[in-house]
């Protein structure tokens, strides 16, 4: 579930990746671990700024609406509070919800985070419940539709876009 989102997880993947494409195609080998090399750079670099950038932050936990950022908080000391658990779709009881509106209130949270692809109302109707604004988080699951700016398909680019949303929602300095 969301792997990808924490970068240091995601560092995993793109040697694996370079490999597999490298025994598929030998001739090109050396340009895709060259590429390879390159992006990990990429990563490490988006790993720091999510280290510094959630270092000194008002609250450690955040809402999301399903449990789709717990590698990303266990990766960088947050913890998540999901609305529904795993699954987006999913309905939660009122015996749920009323544990998550309690424990949001417990744990100082100012931010729902929610996929903008999803259906969003139960996470809007819980930020209203609780005053709180909602952030979008893309998840890169589905791109954008109409035209694509040159930033709206790389991974690095749209991570630091997410970073700035979690940001908010953690009242960051």
């Not at 060259?34 to 490490?44: I, Q, S, V, Y």
């Not at 658990?85 to 744990?107: F, R």
């Not at 996929?115 to 699951?141: C, F, G, I, K, R």
Request: proline share 7%.
């Amino acid at each position: 579930p969301h792997l990808w989102l924490s970068p240091p997880l995601a560092e995993y993947f793109v040697s694996y990746v370079a490999d597999q494409l490298a025994a598929a195609d030998p001739a090109n080998a050396t340009g895709y671990r060259r590429n390879a090399d390159a992006f990990e750079a990429r990563l490490k670099k988006l790993d720091g700024d999510y280290v510094a950038g959630l270092s000194n932050c008002t609250t450690r936990t955040f809402l999301t609406s399903h449990a789709f950022l717990d590698y990303q908080a266990a990766a960088y000391n947050l913890t998540a509070l999901s609305i529904t658990g795993v699954s987006p779709d999913a309905e939660p009881s009122i015996q749920q919800m009323t544990m998550v509106l309690n424990e949001s209130k417990a744990d100082n949270i100012q931010g729902v985070l929610a996929e903008p692809d999803e259906v969003q109302a139960l996470s809007q109707s819980v930020a209203a419940e609780l005053n709180l604004p909602l952030y979008p988080y893309t998840t890169m699951e589905i791109l954008p539709a109409g035209p694509l700016s040159p930033g709206d398909n790389d991974y690095v680019d749209i991570m630091e876009n997410n970073l700035q949303q979690m940001k908010q929602a953690l009242k960051c300095r």
